[in-house]
């Protein structure tokens, strides 16, 4: 069965950054695009960032681009979010997802998820 483990969420303050990971197991990573989501309370779960099978493409969505950085080691099946500069409005859950489609912004397009991890930001 895949596995796909998030890690690094926490508590920071506005302006302070994290690095989140997600360790994939049972999963063919290097034949997999692997994006990041969040879903905050209340809200439906939104596209962050996605990279290809190599790495050496990525998307943001607007509201991440310039703060947040995607990268991926297949040798270690595992794909990074570094998250600088952060604001409130990042507080939320982050999930990553893998899929077989590249680049897939929506979450339908993912086939498998991790189980999330808690990011919050005070102001």
């Known amino acids: 069965q895949v596995q796909l483990v998030e890690s690094g969420g926490g508590l920071v303050q506005a302006g302070g950054s994290l690095r989140l990971s997600c360790a994939a197991s049972?999963?063919?990573?290097?034949?997999?695009?692997m994006g990041w989501f969040r879903q905050a309370p209340g809200e439906e779960r939104e596209f962050v960032a996605t990279?290809?099978?190599?790495?050496?493409?990525?998307y943001y969505a607007d509201s991440v681009k310039g703060r947040f950085t995607i990268s991926r080691d297949n040798a270690k099946n595992t794909v990074y979010l570094q998250m600088n500069s952060l604001k409130p409005e990042d507080t939320a859950v982050y999930y990553c997802?893998?899929?077989?489609?590249?680049?897939?912004?929506?979450?339908?397009?993912?086939?498998?998820w991790g189980q999330g991890t808690q990011v919050t930001v005070s102001s």
């Open positions: 997802a893998a899929s077989r489609v590249f680049p897939s912004l929506s979450p339908g397009g993912y086939n498998y």
């Open positions: 049972r999963l063919t990573f290097s034949a997999y695009a």
């Open positions: 990279t290809g099978r190599s790495g050496g493409s990525t």
